[in-house]
């Protein structure tokens, strides 16, 4: 380490380094933010100006019928929809990541490669994708579910307030389980052979040598995984907006956070937007998110220092 | 070893990959497939291939005809690269400074930084809205550009910072001996070793850039300055009922990422399970 500073009268390198990088991270995205922050205490008149508020808008949200049931809503639904990418995204994403780790296992860099390409696409070509596959109009999933035996069960799903959201968590988890399973398998490929050869010589199984040796090595990559799932979700909007429209239909049954939001703030149709309630709604993901992250550190904790720089 | 037994082993996770592959290709497979079929034909069978009397490219006639898709597409690749670039080169600089040199506000510059890399820049969408008013930026593609930039910046610091601090001391010490400034052996010296993690970071920066809609829908919506993504779904739901358009603009704007893809799919894996973002 040098200690530049102490023999010159100001450290121009250091400006001419961080300067350009920082003032446009500060200014367009810690700036805009403590800003948000702000702005959730504040109303807004029909002119424009703004006049502090206090806790209005936080007491509207979480307790006014009119805002606190869509908001109580948007959350129980961004909660169901995180839970079933924990309970299918997540363990599919393992599965794939241990069978792709098995040693001198033939193709596995072209399987790899193939079922991580769904994960490169943007969310709105797959909304609309699965909505033409989905559709009853064109039958493709039908027609399979007949092929097998199943066609009985098929539904309009996307179209029912009780499938619907369900229906898009699993679009939502056909699309990401690329990435719980590729950096599960990096986690896998980065134990020593050692460490599953000794435990082979010792008499333990497959299975046995998976929970006891390699599952609890991959759990920080498990909980890396989880945070990383958990902040996607409560910030997702596209899948839904693109499939679903800004009102989060059937009749509000896949609204989450991100599309509340945006409603919130834009307005759609008869709702007027609202510049101080959407910040509201912001700032309350954003609470949601720094608690995701908050538990996550507090289990994880021996990860805390890499976080540091 | 029990050699029998490996082989059946071997067969199962054989066939459960390649379920999971077909399952993973299935739907992006059909849509390509059918975009070049005729209207009849997508209805009567669409699993089939087309045939020389089913083959037809109306679809994709109908979406250049109606819609700006060469300029959505000139949009993305502007928005994309230049952003890229300065991630790249801003990162850079940032994660040099952090690690090499010892300052008042280090540590809490790296920490407001590493808050970045998990806390989503969208929460802060409508300061951003505001602060793009002020500055007469709405609806140009230089707010995205900034956006963007302020976006990627947090994970290209803390990938960067990694491989930098690799670097071996004598290096950079030697030419300080010799007299050169500071600003030379980053540019000379240490910019030229990071490559390889540019390259990773230029990967993961470029896909959440070209995939996004959440900015380009608030702040540029208008009549060509639409990125990718947003034409898409604009013209999409435009024309819903129009299949061969619907299944043409979803081809048109695959392909492009696709075959990206695979040329550049050995460089993201290898960064994706290198230490990288471990």
Known sequence: MTKTPAKKPFPWHLLFFLGPGLLIYFSISVYPLLDTLRLGFFTESSDGSLAFAGFTNYSKLLFDAIWSEPFWNATWNNLKFFVIHMLVQNPIGLLLAVLLSSPKLRLSGTYRTLIFMPTMLSVVIIGFVWQLLLSPLWGITENFMWDIGLGDYFDAWLGKESSALITLAFISVWQFVGIPMMLIYAALLSIPDELVDASVVDGANAWQSFFHIKLPLILPTIGMVSILTFVANFNAFELIYTVKGALAGPNYSTDIMGTLFYRTFFGFQLQEGSLTMGAAVATLMFLVILLGVALYLFFFQRRVQRFQL | ?278
């Not at chain 2, 670039?85 to 407001?112: C, D």
């Not at chain 2, 409508?126 to 956006?147: F, P």
């Open chain 2, 1 to 278: 070893m029990k050699i029998k037994h490996d082989t059946s082993k071997k067969l199962m996770i054989h066939a459960v990959l390649l379920t999971y592959t077909l399952i993973a290709l299935f739907p992006i497979w059909v849509v390509i497939i059918n975009a070049f079929k005729t209207r009849r034909a997508i209805f009567n069978d669409p699993m089939a291939l087309p045939t020389s009397e089913t083959f037809s490219i109306v679809g994709f006639q109908e979406v250049l005809l109606r819609s700006q898709f060469d300029v959505f597409f000139s949009n993305s690749m502007v928005v994309t690269l230049v952003s890229i670039f300065f991630v790249l080169l801003f990162g850079a600089m940032i994660a040099w400074a952090l690690t090499e040199y010892k300052f008042k506000g280090n540590l809490v510059i790296a920490l407001l930084v590493a808050m970045g890399i998990m806390i989503p820049i969208r929460l802060g969408t409508v300061s951003i809205l505001q602060l793009m008013n002020d500055l007469n930026l709405v609806n140009t593609l230089t707010s995205l550009v900034l956006v963007y930039i302020a976006q990627g910046l947090p994970l290209a610091v803390y990938i960067l910072s990694e491989f930098i601090r690799q670097i071996p001391k004598d290096l950079k010490e030697a030419a300080r001996c010799d007299g050169v400034s500071e600003i030379k052996i980053f540019f000379a010296i240490i910019l030229p070793l990071i490559k390889p993690a540019m390259a990773t970071v230029a990967v993961f920066t470029m896909i959440p850039i070209w995939n996004d809609l959440w900015f380009p829908l608030i702040l540029a919506p208008n009549e060509g300055n639409q990125t990718i993504t947003l034409g898409v779904q604009q013209f999409i739901g435009q024309f819903v009922t129009d299949w061969n358009s619907v299944l043409a603009a979803l081809t048109l704007a695959i392909l492009p990422i696709l075959a990206l893809y695979l040329i550049f799919s050995r460089q993201l894996i290898r960064g994706l399970t290198s230490g990288a973002v471990k």
